[in-house]
């Protein structure tokens, strides 16, 4: 450690102010704090901090999408191997997978952390955790047979547009890794639904059925997978999305460590299954009549609302703005789901809608608590500013 | 009569180093120093030059928005050196200690409440009473709703008021005597809930028992649950051990400059309480040999979460009644980010085991990150028991928006009250200094 530490202070040198290299000094500087915490000391303030940081609560985010990126792995080579009917191992299945998943997971973080360095040495500003995370997602939730150009244009546009021009890290409005899906959903419709591009190759395979259940749904048609495998997750579908079981276990991560919202996680399931449970009672189509708890585990709700819906920054920011936030996440995932047929996949829109109006819930929140003090002072007829 | 409340959320700091309940009278300290930057917005205004002979009592210097409040010497002696800094700002008076004269009052046994005020500002102990909104010295144009003294101790090392003002119970009570005149009502006490009080059997006071973890010993807090300020009202707080200075003051006419300092801290080699003066030199109270590792250590005056920073060779701050000396944490520590790595780091969040390790922790002064934008939302609200939103509020002052900080509640809070915040934000915010901007803010666009 010394010897890294001694070779770093050295390597420090022309990157310090004055140095030859000062512009350069963030980009330095992500990888000096990825080595070593700092050793800062408090200047004004509290005197003690908290072990906590951002890279420590991006990391743990990291850490709980783990599981599910695994099985995500895992599933891209079974549902790959089953639709050519040849037989298979476990590892067989998850070296494709590997294979098909690792260049989008290297493309996502090059591209977009190279956006990101740029604008941090642009700005002179340290550069934020915020990507490590956003980049892993982004792979997570596109298709397996995505081009990697289409990807690399998606994490370029998601951080140029959704985040960066906000403002950077903590300013941005929508959760930069939907923006990067929601665009390539509506700049290339072809590749991001249909039954071609959720199973590895398919399309250039034969009689391959890898509709999603939500796309065979939308269809009118009737789907043959149980409950079981749906919890499971070894049906077609973006790379990460499908393993309700291993998305809960990163759930059980965030709620445990404190990182996400529980309340954003618990109100969604209740106004999804709320709303499924109105439809099952109105029943008009496959979809209205399709079991409300299944709606939970299929599709992307369960990795949307443990992964997505709870980034903080686009999320609402009081406690009890999370509440209707996450209620309406909910009920709008299943309402975009029955009632819109293009769009089966309603979760994702679900939440970018709600982005958008979580300041709107927040001003309410807050406006309620001033109305209370101002109660307060017009009964002793105080004026204000 | 006694009334309780409790105020949940928050939680406490346990760190090494809590002053025993010991008391020793410090040495004598030869030299003596007021830090005008202790007076939170007061500017000085010399009232003596370098050289000038002065008693306990006579005035250093005064406000210079409010010639009215002056602030006195803690002893007699030499004005040793007016120390000043850029643009000629008094950054501190010297004095060199000198006999003990002394500046007396007649006290007339029929105190009316203008002479209580006329002498409370003469003779400089008008500076001890703070008033909120703001925490600034109580403005002499303007007359309480209530009086606030807090024995409620949660601040990490706070000192134990039960055991420090036990044996001048008597001038305390005079002095909630005297105060309570001048709101023409009692003085509001509050105590530790479920706990042996003294105060309990005093008079003209008004006992409010408080059950909760740190912040709840705020006054802030505790002002918010039983009396909130308006906007146009006025609250005074006054420290326990001011408060016995003041009655002192009524009962023999002198000044009273008394101050026990709990010395604390994990590098303290024997903490404990420790009786002296106002003003008085550090290294008269604690020699450094009473310092483990005496070079890597960062002195406080007062507690770690709100103190201020001051060298070994520094002096007693104004107000405070703690002397924290912790170690400084200017070391790297390798991939130190990773949750669940460096348990021995404390940290109230769960990407840590820190909470399985022992309950009392050593803290030192790294800031165990870097400063980053606010991302993570939630996490002030859990210690911040009031009904304010501390992000919406700290976000208004960082805009500037008078009408949004006001309307957030900008008059019921002060800097201390952010402390814990401080300490536990994830992005390193500071907020203590956010909100003191925001309230200097206040007092020049509003008053």
Redesign the interface.
Known sequence: ?NF??KNLDRIKKPFEKGGKLEKFYPAFNAFE?F????????K??????????????M??VI?ALIPALLYGIYNTGYQYFIQIGLDFTFLDAFLHGLYKILPMIVVSYVVGLSVEFGFAVYRGH?V???YLVTGLLIPMIMPVDMPLWMLAISVIFAVLIGKEAFG????NILNPALTARAFAFFAYPTYMSGDKVWVSEASNIDAVSGETILGSLAAGQNIDYSSMQMFWGSIPGSVAETSTLFVLIGAAILL????A?WRIMLSSIIGASLVGYLFNLWGANELMSFDWYNHLIIGGFAFGIVFMATD??S?A???RG?WIYGFLIGGLCILIRVFNPAYPEGVMLAILLMNVFAPTIDHYV?QS??N???K??EK?K???? | MSKDISIKSGANLALTGVASKEIEIAKHSSTFAIYPDDLFSLIPRMMVKEGDKIKVGTPIFHDKNDEKIIVVSPVSGIVKSIERGEKRKILKVVIDKDGNEKIGYEINEKLTKEKIISLLLESGLWSYIRQRPYNIIARTDKMPKAIFVSTHSTAPYDVDYDFIIKERLDDFQNGVNVMSKIISKPITLTTTANKESIFLNLNNLEIINIKGKHPSGNVSFQINRINPINRGEYVWVINPEDMANIGSFFRTGNFNPTRTIAVSGSSVKNPKYYKTLIGSKISSIIPDSAINNFKGNRYINGDPLTGCKVNSDGYIGYYNNILSVIEEGDKYRMFGWLPFKDNHVPSFSRTSFSWLLSKNKKFNTNLNGEERALVVTGEMEKFFPMDIYPMQLLKACMMQDIEKMELLGIYEVIPEDFGLIDYSNTSKIEAQEIIKDGIQLMLKEVG
Do not use: C
């Not at chain 1, 105080?382 to 500013?385: A, F, G």
């Open positions: 450690m890294i530490r704090t080595l070593f915490v700092p050793n800062h000391t408090t004004s303030g509290s005197h003690i901090r908290d072990a906590v940081d951002l890279k420590r609560t990391v743990t850490i340290s934020n955790e915020g950077g890290t903590g300013m445990y460590t404190g990182v919202s903080p920054v999320a920011q009081t406690q999370k807050i608590n001033i209370k003090r101002k307060r002072w002793l105080v004026k204000t500013i």
